[in-house]
């Protein structure tokens, strides 16, 4: 059984960084504000990767935009991304 969860999530984190470097549509759901005031936004891919974006002074709930994936957090299983200006 553990030899099976260390296969999934090696295989999650190869998935997660195939999709760094692409651009893709991102439905943002919510923010969060970090401790030191920071807003951030998760959303998901079509693919369903969690995605992570600094959003301060930006309402994007509930809106699907362009997002360039720039890097993982393995730790978290998150992508990190920049809001596209070809949204």
């Known amino acids: 059984s553990?030899?099976?969860?260390?296969?999934?999530?090696?295989l999650k984190q190869e998935w997660l960084a195939k999709q760094c470097g692409k651009t893709v549509p991102v439905l943002w759901e919510y923010a969060k504000t970090q401790?030191?005031?920071?807003?951030f936004y998760?959303?998901?891919?079509?693919?369903?990767c969690k995605v992570l974006v600094a959003a301060d002074n930006q309402v994007l709930?509930?809106?699907i935009l362009l997002t360039s994936l720039q890097q993982i957090d393995p730790a978290e299983g998150v992508l990190y991304g920049k809001l596209s200006n070809e949204s």
């Open 2 to 10: 553990q030899t099976l969860h260390a296969i999934g999530e090696r």
């Open 35 to 39: 401790d030191d005031g920071q807003k």
């Open 42 to 48: 998760t959303g998901h891919t079509p693919n369903y």
């Open 61 to 63: 709930e509930n809106k």
